[in-house]
Structure formats: structure tokens, C-alpha cells
């Protein structure tokens, strides 16, 4: 499988997509504050979109669980969700800015 890159600028970016990302990276900022990075440093060094995939269905899993346990966390809406990894398809560097925003966020 070969994947064509083109640059994803942020400033290019519509508003749904900003909101994609902050999204997203609210919900992995929940991890940033706990000082657990493993989600946010795997996204961040995800260079396909099957990882991406997969460490975003992994902490998402975990988040669930954390508010099935009453705990309020925020979980992004499905459709953010696949608008993150539609971007990281065609730019994978888009996943470093969600990481960071998620570091920022949580500290």
C-alpha cells in the first residue's frame, strides 16, 4: 500500500477540523495530567494510520472504563474521531499537534 502525503496546514484547517483535534486532544490531555504519556507519546510517534487507529481505540477503551466507573472524563464524538484519522492519512505529522495540544492541555 503506498500513502501520498500532502502537508496538512493548520491554518488551513475548517473550524469542524480544529475542533476535531482540540477533541481529541482534551481527551488524551485526561492522561497528560495523570502523567501517564504512553497514549499520547504513541499517537505522536504514529507514523500510519493503523496506528493512529489503534492507539486512539485503545484509550478510548480506557476512558470508557473510566467513566463507567463514574469518573468525568471527556470522550470525543465519533465523528471527530474520524476526522483526526482522516487528517493523520494524509498528513501523519498532524498526530505531533494533537499529542502536543494534549500536553498542553494537562498540565
Wanted: no cysteine; proline share 3%; hydrophobic share 45%.
Amino acid at each position: 500500500m503506498v500513502y501520498t502525503v500532502s502537508l496538512v496546514k493548520i491554518s488551513g484547517l475548517s473550524g469542524g477540523e480544529r475542533t476535531a483535534l482540540e477533541s481529541v486532544a482534551r481527551a488524551l490531555a485526561r492522561f497528560a495530567k495523570e502523567r501517564a504519556y504512553g497514549y499520547v507519546d504513541r499517537l505522536a510517534n504514529a507514523y500510519n494510520p493503523s496506528t493512529a487507529r489503534q492507539v486512539l481505540t485503545e484509550a478510548l477503551r480506557d476512558l470508557k472504563s473510566l467513566r463507567d466507573r463514574g469518573e468525568n472524563v471527556w470522550i470525543p464524538k465519533a465523528e471527530e474521531v474520524e476526522v483526526v484519522l482522516e487528517l493523520s492519512e494524509r498528513d501523519p505529522s498532524i498526530l505531533k499537534v494533537v499529542a502536543s495540544l494534549a500536553l498542553a492541555m494537562g498540565w
